[in-house]
Structures are given as C-alpha cells and as structure tokens.
C-alpha cells in the first residue's frame, strides 16, 4: 500500500522567514496532494492541493509543488506569521484505493 | 451547510464499556472515512465506507471495533470493551464521490474518547 513520508518533523522559523515542508510518497498511482492545517485541539483543515497534471499551485502566500518522476511534493510557506504555528500533514490518494493516506506532521512554530 | 457533524465531542468510558462515535457526513457526501489520533501523532486511516458498504477497513484493528454506515442516519465507530490504549481523538472525515478523479476530504471536529 501507499506510504508517505514527511519531513522535518519539526521546523523553528522566524517570523517573517520562509517554511518548506517536504513529502515522498510510494505508489506512482497516486495523482491528489492535499495539504491539511490543525491547529491545537482543532479539526485538520485544507490548506492547499495539488492534482498530477500540475507542477505548481499558489495560494497567496501558501505554494505546493509537486515531482512526479521523484514521487515527492512540498508546501512553501512565505512571510510566515504567528498564526502559521500548527502541525503540517501532507496526504496522497490514489485513483483506485481512494483512500487518503496522511504523513506523520511537521509541527510548524513561527517565533515572533 | 453544516459540515461533517460529529458527537458526542467527548466520551468517557471505564475499561470494558462500549464507546460509539457518530458521523454526518456534508450534504452531498456519500463516503466517510475514521480516522484515530493518539496525542501528538498523525492521522491513523482506521475505514472507509459508504452508504451500507465498507469499502476499505485495512486500517481497523480486528477485534472490538466496527464500523457502518446504514442507509438511513450517521456512520457508527463501535468500540467494544475499551481499554486505556483506545484514548484518542477519533476524526470523521467525508468526500462527496469515489474515484475516478480526486475529491476534497473534509473533517469534522472529532469527538475525543478518554478510558478510565
């Protein structure tokens, strides 16, 4: 089955400064990237997605990009705020299991 | 549109009672998925169903849990005979069509199972 990885697990900025989280994913059927938010004791929220058929998506100060050849895919974050500070999950579905399979989080801390 | 409804938002059991969790999915969802976070931890894909059909329970351990999602009303998680282990928050999550093509999971706020 699909496997995601995730990394850093952990990730420190200034506020002001970029963040770039980074997944891999294992299986070449997968073609939906989403990325989920949740903040402390909150429901994960969509924050951005990606489809195959594309390279880039940017959603003002939010990006994803995505290598298909290497099965990996990262959000970029830029300007970060205080309000950025949250647990990062990436996830991949496949067109035919239709499951959603999520990484293991970065959890994001934006230092004032 | 009131989202994914989810409840109870917390539940208390003593070892050996049974928890069920519910789940509406959004209005024009037919699939629901469970997932289980343990504090600090990711997302656990535990089942996938829908309406009257488990389409994906790879993810849900073999003894004491179930899952259904009748015709009629919520989608049930049913754990039977809790255990301290089994303390975590349990998200439902909805998507309105099953592939082909990809679909936006949304979550509800989960409903967060403490074992005494």
């Known amino acids: 089955g699909e496997n995601v990885e995730q990394h850093p697990s952990t990730l420190s900025v200034q506020e002001g400064d970029s963040a770039v989280i980074k997944c891999t994913y294992s299986?070449?059927?997968?073609?939906?990237f989403p990325w989920y938010k949740q903040e402390l004791g909150k429901r994960p929220q969509l924050i951005i997605d990606i489809r195959s058929n594309v390279g880039e998506k940017k959603d003002q100060r939010i990006a994803v990009t995505l290598n298909k050849t290497a099965k990996h895919f990262s959000l970029h974050i830029t300007e970060t705020q205080p309000e950025d500070s949250a647990v990062y999950f990436c996830?991949?579905?496949?067109?035919?299991?239709?499951?959603?399979?999520f990484g293991p989080g970065t959890r994001l801390s934006v230092l004032p | 549109n009131a989202g994914v409804m989810q409840n109870p938002r917390h539940l208390v059991r003593r070892r050996g009672q049974e928890a069920r969790l519910r789940c509406s999915p959004m209005?024009?969802?037919?699939?629901v998925y469970w997932y289980r976070q343990l504090p600090e931890e990711g997302l656990k894909f535990m089942v996938y169903l829908q309406k009257e059909n488990i389409i994906d329970e790879s993810g849900m351990p073999k003894e004491r849990f179930s899952a259904e999602f009748p015709k009629e009303g919520p989608s049930i998680l049913r754990i039977q005979q809790v255990v301290r282990g089994d303390s975590a928050a349990y998200f439902c999550?909805?998507?309105?069509?099953?592939?082909?093509?990809?679909?936006?999971?949304?979550f509800g706020a989960g409903s967060r199972l403490t074992v005494l």
């Open positions: 996830a991949s579905r496949d067109n035919y299991g239709q499951n959603f399979v």
């Open positions: 299986d070449s059927a997968s073609n939906y």
């Open positions: 999550a909805s998507s309105p069509v099953s592939a082909p093509g990809a679909n936006v999971l949304t």
């Open positions: 209005k024009g969802h037919s699939h």
